[in-house]
Each structure stands twice: as structure tokens, then as C-alpha cells.
């Protein structure tokens, strides 16, 4: 697993939304973009992530943040998890993983001792020039939005 660190550059990328739209790194120049990868949507401990950052989402815009989240769902996973828990934010469908690897979070885990692969939970802050600023490797779901502001 070749994960960004800080002070990578992020290579360009293109995904869609939940509604299909097209999504790309170059919608953020100039923009500070908090990208967050999750294994599953509406999965509990993806859901408290989640709705801990639309919870505080005014305070990361005040702070000039936009917000990505991404897993491998589907558009219409990801259409109903956004609808149901209202995210203000746009949620990536990578099923063929582009942005996932990009980022380098697909690798091995372990759960309930049995190995597999599957996305790492990770946080990449992001500046205007496409540099990585900050990696949360142990995102706390139910206070994520202070890992991020701390």
C-alpha cells in the first residue's frame, strides 16, 4: 500500500458523485479539501464519520475546507446514504477505485482474525496547490471534525 504522506502532490483525478456528476481534483484549486475514505456506507462506524462532519461542516467551511468523502459503493448506495443522513457534501462512488488508489488506501486488513483487502480509513487535508497537508491515519468517527480543526 503506497499511501500519500505530507507533502505529496496529489495526482490529478476524475470520479462521480452520487448523482453522476463528474468530480475532479481541479474543482479545488485554490480550495483547502479535507478528503475522507470510509469502508462502507451506512455502516455504523462510517455513519457516526460522517455525520460527525456534517455536524461541524459549518465550522470546517468557516475554517475554508470543502469536503470529499469516497468508498467503492455505488452511486445509488451513495445516493441513499447521503439522502438519508443529509451530507451537505459530495460522496464519491469509486467502484473501479481510481481515487482509492490514488491515495493509496486499498491494502490489507484484518477483521475478527481473518485477513482481506479493503479501504483504510484515512483523512487527507489538502491545500490549494494540491499538496498534501495532513494524514489522519487513526480517525476517531465520533470526533473526527476535531481531528481535522485541531
Not at 470510509?38 to 475554517?63: H, V
Not at 497537508?133 to 473526527?144: F, N
Request: charged share 30%; glycine share 8%.
Amino acid at each position: 500500500m503506497n499511501t500519500l504522506k505530507i507533502g505529496d502532490k496529489v495526482p490529478s483525478f476524475t470520479a462521480k458523485d452520487q448523482d453522476g456528476n463528474t468530480i475532479s481534483l481541479d474543482d479545488y484549486k485554490g480550495k483547502k479539501l479535507i478528503v475522507f475514505f470510509y469502508p462502507k456506507a451506512s455502516t455504523p462506524g462510517c455513519t457516526a464519520e460522517a455525520c460527525n462532519l456534517r455536524d461541524n461542516y459549518q465550522e470546517l467551511q468557516t475554517e475554508g475546507y470543502e469536503l470529499l468523502g469516497v468508498s467503492a459503493d455505488s452511486e445509488a448506495r451513495q445516493t441513499k446514504f447521503k439522502d438519508k443522513y443529509n451530507f451537505p457534501f459530495p460522496l464519491l462512488a469509486d467502484e473501479d477505485h481510481t481515487v482509492i488508489n490514488t491515495f493509496g488506501v486499498w491494502g490489507p486488513k484484518k477483521f475478527m482474525g481473518r485477513e482481506y483487502d479493503g479501504i483504510h480509513r484515512k483523512t487527507f487535508v489538502i491545500d490549494g496547490d494540491a499538496m498534501v497537508t495532513k494524514v489522519i491515519d487513526k480517525v476517531k468517527t465520533k470526533d473526527h471534525a476535531a481531528q481535522l480543526l485541531e
